[in-house]
């Protein structure tokens, strides 16, 4: 039960991965169209920084996720609740932002998290 686990808190953590390179990619074509200064620049580097969060999300759950590995599963932890965390604070609480688009990433990291920690709380010591 351990290994199901394991591969449906990788698949969460993918798709969250999957859905923030999305997001970046809008994120980026939004802030093309703006004015050149430096509220586009600081767009720009949201953007990076969500899809750099992303990328590594989807390498670490294909990678250790997907293996039950102790070090993915904090890695994946850290690095996804510190990209969502201030997603929920101060987009989705404000109400900036509602409805399903609002709770997909959130619930996909969730699932990872929750997905995960079952997996790793029931493996068996090698």
């Given at each position: 039960?351990?290994?199901?686990?394991?591969?449906?808190?990788a698949v969460a953590y993918?798709?969250?991965g999957g859905l923030h390179?999305?997001?970046?990619?809008?994120?980026?074509?939004?802030?093309?169209?703006?004015?050149?200064?430096?509220?586009?620049?600081?767009?720009?580097?949201?953007?990076?920084?969500?899809?750099?969060?992303?990328?590594?999300?989807?390498?670490?759950?294909?990678?250790?996720?997907?293996?039950?590995?102790?070090?993915?599963?904090?890695?994946?932890?850290?690095?996804?609740?510190?990209?969502?965390?201030?997603?929920?604070?101060?987009?989705?609480?404000?109400?900036?932002?509602?409805g399903p688009e609002a709770?997909?990433?959130?619930?996909?990291?969730?699932?990872?998290?929750?997905?995960?920690?079952?997996?790793?709380?029931?493996?068996?010591?090698?």
């Amino acid at each position: 039960m351990s290994r199901v686990f394991a591969i449906l808190g990788a698949v969460a953590y993918f798709a969250w991965g999957g859905l923030h390179l999305l997001a970046a990619g809008k994120s980026y074509l939004f802030a093309a169209d703006m004015e050149a200064g430096l509220v586009q620049g600081r767009l720009f580097q949201a953007s990076f920084y969500v899809a750099a969060f992303a990328l590594a999300a989807i390498v670490i759950a294909l990678g250790f996720n997907w293996r039950n590995s102790p070090t993915g599963y904090w890695i994946n932890l850290l690095t996804v609740s510190a990209a969502d965390i201030p997603f929920v604070l101060f987009i989705v609480l404000p109400g900036h932002m509602s409805g399903p688009e609002a709770l997909l990433g959130p619930s996909l990291w969730l699932t990872g998290v929750a997905c995960s920690t079952i997996a790793l709380l029931t493996r068996r010591p090698k």
